[in-house]
């Protein structure tokens, strides 16, 4: 199976920056659409942010946009999450995610599109 591994998360301040990483096991990552989720306690998981297999297209919660940014690393099969001017409400457990995406160049939003997930890495913002 493919493996997953978030990194980046911490306790940080308002208005601070975080950078989350996800490394992908195997050689097929460049087939893969790659997504952010999140989850906070008492709250549904939802999207953050996602990618497309090449990079090219990208799409955001509207809370993330002009704040976070997704890209990815083909070569180092890593995807990012770099976020800036925090806030408490982004408070929450940070799931990176794979899809297997081998015909279209496209972004995903529903996590039952997702075949693969890391194990999460919590990211708390204090005001």
């Known amino acids: 199976q493919v493996h997953l591994v978030e990194s980046g998360g911490g306790l940080v301040q308002a208005g601070d920056s975080l950078r989350l990483s996800c490394t992908t096991s195997?050689?097929?990552?460049?087939?893969?659409?790659m997504g952010w989720f999140r989850q906070a306690p008492g709250k549904e998981r939802e999207l953050v942010a996602a990618i497309s297999k090449s990079g090219s297209i990208t799409n955001y919660v509207d809370s993330a946009k002009g704040r976070f940014t997704i890209s990815r690393d083909n070569a180092e099969n890593t995807v990012y999450l770099q976020m800036n001017s925090l806030k408490p409400e982004d408070t929450a457990v940070y799931y990176c995610a794979a899809k297997i995406a081998s015909y279209s160049d496209t972004y995903y939003t529903y996590s039952l599109h997702y075949h693969y997930w890391g194990q999460g890495t919590q990211v708390t913002v204090s005001s």
């Open positions: 195997g050689r097929t990552f460049s087939s893969y659409a």
